[in-house]
């Protein structure tokens, strides 16, 4: 008889019930983790408001969501264990995005854009659970200095760290990101590490934005309320101000707002380079000017997941040289996983990031 465990199985849009499952069957291949900090991210809102499709072959559940999580090890699959390679009880941090290593795309490199992605809390049972299976090419051992609610940001921040190589910052230059989120946070931080000069963020709620100039925002605007002593009519006009009307240089979008990204395509200059970030909506298009896009030689670019930096994405986190103190605003049971995702779709309390602790 196999063990049960507590878990919230998401079924279909809206719908997300805790139920007793059994803890999964640990294969030669697997690493089965306790889970102890793991974060709501934007994608599991997105999941689970029907806005995305999951991983399944049907696209749709039954199926635990979560992650971006930490953990300790209870069980080492025989490959592992062959290798040496965990023992129960490490402290690890799960990197949810696990390649196959046999497809054409893993042959060719591209991990990230694996054939047969494995995918806790995406393709299969996920970290809003007490136990998750990973792969054992999908652990990293957590560092001592690192606890597991901040490790917990290990995803998202490697996704923020993809993001920002592929932005290509050259020293100096005026960054624009839209979305101040989680994610915008750590992007701010970044952008100044790798040498920008000014970086403005955008977004639409001043709670929001007051983070941001903590997080280092040289300027911070809002596009949306005009109540907001941040409230700026014309972007473009007000960008322009501040570059002696050589617009941003380089723009990234930690948004999932489709126009947050055609915004930053009217604010970038010359030979910009802007990332189109957030995770779209199913039918999402974006236009582009064609005209001024085609004189400028702007470059979009798309950062697809985070392959190849989670070594140096643990190390930034573990030498402390980005902040996550102030970014878990709330840390809830695993009983009230839905109830915190649907105030984090409402923004009831003001939420950056919401972290459940199994
Ligand atoms: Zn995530
Ligand atoms: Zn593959």
Redesign the pocket.
Known sequence: MAEIMKAQVFYEAEKMQMEDIPVPAVADTDVLVRVKNV?I????VSYYYGLSPLGTETGKGPLGLG??FTGEVVEVGAVARSMNLYRPGDRVVVN?VQHCNACIACYNGDINMCQNMYVPGVTAHGGFAEDCLARYTGLFKLPDSVSYAAGAFT??FA?AVHGMRRLDIEPGQFVAIFGPGAIGMMMIQLAKMVGAGKVAMIGTRDYRLEVAKKSGADYVFNTEDENSVYYVADLKEAIAGLTDGRLAERAITPTSANEAFEQAIEITGNRAILVHFGLPSEDDVFRVPAPSYHVMEKEIRSPWLAPFVWPTTLRIISEGLVDFEGLVTSTVPLEETEKAIRDLKDRVGEPMKVQVTP
């Open positions: 974060g991210c934007g994608s599991d992650h971006e949810p995803e998202p996704c």
